[in-house]
């Protein structure tokens, strides 16, 4: 089955530990993307990659690192995760960038305290 | 830079009552467009899409959009309003940059009544 998972689905953490929710695709996409849906906010794109080794910011970056070592695996890295940052947060993927459909994961709820 | 205003944050119909959301976007080039839906505690997933040719879109669902560049518009329709309606829809565009960024909308919540 084509998906998109995202693990884990559902984290607490304090400020400041250090965290990694990871992404996996099994489509061969090329295209990757990171967003955060906040209330009254819409998604906002937080990073993208192109394809291996190909990453670059979107909209709102800033507490954010990304990696894109292997075609199917886009892992979304907060080093220093504050309470700002708690938000739903969605991987995405498409066949590449442009006119292509993008297939998203369920999502990870993250609250930072 | 791209942008996507979506009217009404929340709108309501009535079971069988068109629905109709609205979607106006922005963009320094032939944009492509989008409709995402959300249902409750799930991902988006495509409703339909504008890349180039026949302005309207007929997608998942009974429902369809019209591309109309001289407004900058891309609405979303239904004819008849049904109860597994009720989702929050997003409007998108990529077009900036390269087509490598997605822009999306603050999204609507639709509530069918029945």
């Known amino acids: 089955e084509a998906q998109v998972t995202q693990n884990p689905r559902y984290l607490i953490t304090v400020t400041g530990k250090k965290l990694t929710v990871t992404c996996s695709q099994n489509m061969n996409h090329e295209y990757m993307s990171w967003y955060r849906q906040d209330p009254g906010l819409g998604l906002r794109q937080i990073y993208y990659?192109?394809?291996?080794?190909?990453?670059d910011k979107g909209d709102v970056p800033e507490g954010y690192k990304v990696s894109r070592k292997e075609k199917r695996n886009f892992p979304l890295i907060l080093e220093s995760p504050s309470p700002n940052q708690t938000s739903l947060y969605f991987c995405a993927s498409s066949l590449s960038a442009g006119p292509y459909e993008q297939y998203f994961g369920p999502g990870t709820r993250l609250t930072v305290t | 830079a791209q942008s996507v205003t979506q009217l009404g944050s929340h709108v309501s119909v009535s079971e069988g009552a068109l629905v109709l959301l609205r979607c106006n976007y922005s963009s320094s080039v032939p944009p492509y467009l989008f409709w995402y839906v959300q249902y409750p505690n799930q991902g988006l997933q495509l409703l339909l899409k504008y890349t180039t040719g026949a302005t309207l879109v007929k997608g998942i669902n009974g429902f369809e959009a019209e591309f109309k560049k001289s407004e900058t518009s891309f609405h979303l329709t239904k004819p008849s309003a049904h109860m597994s309606d009720a989702a929050e829809y997003f409007c998108a565009v990529s077009g900036f940059s390269g087509y490598q960024k997605v822009t999306f909308g603050i999204g609507t919540k639709l509530q069918v009544i029945p």
């Open positions: 990659s192109m394809n291996v080794e190909v990453t």
